[in-house]
């Protein structure tokens, strides 16, 4: 194998050098000899980190005073439950009397089970299913099925199975809740266009284990007080991200990440290469005669390539040849097959120009065969 490996994992994901070798050193001493995986959350030490941690986020995004900002524990997937419990009337109302609604836009997997899980706590309203062209494609706003009268509008803004993304905002008269897990600090955003984001960390943020949730902070005060604290944002807001014992690993490397993104050259920088690396990867797969992306370049992911080879037959000795190279976890979803190449901030440009010189000579090999 090749001294140099790439992980092109969607999550867990690769990760800054620099961070690796910071962890490493904090690793036998954070605070009084003790090891960031041997500290309590609510050690003073910690806390001073954490409360730096949000100040660097905030910074990084530009999020004023009347957000929240929340570090929870587990996968981003518990958020499509937490977020119709607490933000939908029907969710957050104690007795179910009151029906509710929602819409939510279908580009891919996650969304789809966004979708069905929200249908245990409030009413659903699909606005457009893109499964009807396989997720290759969204229609124009303007023939979505869009109900006026809801509690909120979902959708995710870049689908990792798929490698679908929405670029823009929609422009929609409800508040808007985004699963942004793939493209959180890949750009920047307007966070004024959202009233709560949610990304899990381990694809740009760090590691998994860790949920930060951005919300506004009129959505949440008083509401879905039937619930118990643990899935009430609220709660989780007035006790500081710490009302249990948080992921304070998980949590430690997110501010790493965060000030290396700042160090980088924030946001606008992370923006500039992870277009020009997602470029380079899609005009050598457009100009391929093996390998195919069937994604509409208007919504093609900045972060998540997914591509298949022409002969189902050599997906195996791509991927084995691939890894002898140094390029790991290419395998695509379980659930589509081929290919994909994650290629979040972390991914050097390097990786991506190895990516495809291995693509080149494996098609100049293998393409007499098909």
């Given at each position: 194998?090749s001294d140099?490996?790439?992980?092109?994992?969607?999550?867990?994901?690769?990760l800054?050098?620099?961070v690796?070798?910071?962890?490493?050193?904090?690793?036998?001493?954070?605070?009084n000899g003790?090891?960031?995986?041997?500290?309590?959350?609510?050690?003073?030490?910690?806390?001073?980190?954490?409360?730096?941690?949000?100040?660097?986020?905030?910074?990084?995004?530009?999020?004023s005073?009347?957000?929240?900002?929340?570090f929870?524990?587990?996968?981003?997937?518990f958020?499509?439950?937490?977020?119709?419990?607490?933000?939908s009337?029907?969710?957050?109302?104690?007795?179910?009397?009151?029906?509710?609604s929602?819409?939510?836009?279908?580009t891919?997997g996650?969304?789809?089970?966004?979708?069905?899980?929200?249908?245990?706590?409030?009413?659903?309203n699909?606005?457009?299913?893109?499964?009807?062209?396989?997720?290759?494609?969204?229609?124009?706003?303007k023939?979505?099925?869009?109900?006026?009268?809801?509690?909120?509008?979902?959708?995710?803004?870049?689908?990792?199975?798929?490698?679908?993304?929405?670029?823009?905002?929609?422009?929609?008269n409800?508040p808007?809740i985004?699963?942004?897990?793939?493209?959180l600090?890949?750009?920047?955003?307007?966070?004024?266009?959202?009233?709560?984001?949610?990304a899990?960390?381990?694809?740009n943020?760090?590691?998994?284990?860790?949920t930060?949730?951005?919300?506004?902070?009129?959505?949440?005060?008083?509401?879905a007080?039937?619930?118990?604290p643990?899935?009430?944002y609220?709660?989780?807001?007035?006790?500081?991200?710490?009302?249990?014992?948080?992921?304070?690993?998980?949590?430690?490397?997110?501010?790493?990440?965060?000030?290396?993104?700042?160090?980088?050259?924030g946001?606008?920088?992370?923006?500039?290469?992870?277009?020009?690396?997602?470029?380079?990867?899609?005009?050598?797969?457009d100009?391929?005669?093996l390998?195919k992306?069937?994604?509409?370049?208007?919504?093609r992911?900045?972060?998540?390539?997914?591509?298949?080879?022409?002969?189902?037959n050599?997906?195996?000795?791509?991927?084995?040849?691939?890894?002898?190279?140094?390029l790991?976890?290419?395998?695509?979803?379980?659930t589509?097959?081929?290919?994909?190449?994650?290629?979040?901030?972390?991914?050097?440009?390097e990786?991506?120009?190895?990516?495809?010189?291995?693509?080149?000579?494996?098609?100049?090999?293998?393409?007499?065969?098909?």
């Amino acid at each position: 194998m090749s001294d140099t490996v790439y992980n092109f994992g969607a999550g867990p994901a690769t990760l800054p050098s620099s961070v690796i070798d910071q962890v490493k050193s904090n690793l036998h001493d954070f605070s009084n000899g003790m090891s960031i995986m041997e500290v309590s959350h609510r050690s003073a030490a910690f806390k001073d980190y954490a409360d730096q941690s949000e100040v660097s986020i905030r910074k990084l995004l530009n999020i004023s005073d009347d957000y929240v900002v929340l570090f929870l524990q587990g996968g981003a997937t518990f958020q499509f439950t937490m977020v119709p419990q607490n933000l939908s009337e029907r969710g957050s109302n104690k007795n179910y009397q009151t029906k509710g609604s929602t819409n939510y836009l279908i580009t891919g997997g996650w969304s789809k089970k966004a979708a069905d899980y929200a249908k245990f706590h409030t009413s659903v309203n699909i606005v457009f299913d893109s499964s009807e062209n396989s997720y290759t494609n969204i229609k124009d706003i303007k023939d979505w099925n869009i109900n006026p009268d809801v509690d909120y509008f979902y959708y995710c803004a870049n689908e990792t199975v798929h490698g679908l993304e929405i670029h823009e905002t929609p422009d929609v008269n409800s508040p808007i809740i985004c699963d942004m897990s793939s493209t959180l600090c890949t750009r920047p955003i307007n966070i004024n266009d959202f009233d709560l984001i949610f990304a899990g960390a381990q694809k740009n943020l760090g590691i998994a284990g860790l949920t930060i949730v951005i919300v506004k902070k009129e959505l949440i005060n008083g509401k879905a007080k039937h619930l118990p604290p643990l899935l009430r944002y609220e709660s989780h807001s007035l006790d500081n991200s710490m009302l249990n014992t948080s992921p304070v690993f998980a949590w430690y490397v997110a501010g790493l990440v965060f000030e290396w993104i700042i160090a980088q050259g924030g946001l606008e920088l992370m923006s500039e290469l992870n277009q020009e690396k997602s470029s380079l990867l899609y005009d050598f797969i457009d100009g391929s005669q093996l390998y195919k992306n069937a994604v509409d370049p208007k919504y093609r992911s900045w972060v998540n390539i997914p591509f298949t080879i022409t002969s189902n037959n050599l997906d195996e000795r791509f991927l084995n040849e691939a890894k002898c190279e140094g390029l790991m976890n290419l395998k695509g979803h379980r659930t589509v097959g081929g290919m994909r190449a994650s290629v979040y901030n972390a991914m050097p440009i390097e990786g991506v120009q190895k990516l495809i010189t291995f693509m080149k000579d494996f098609e100049t090999t293998n393409f007499k065969n098909v």
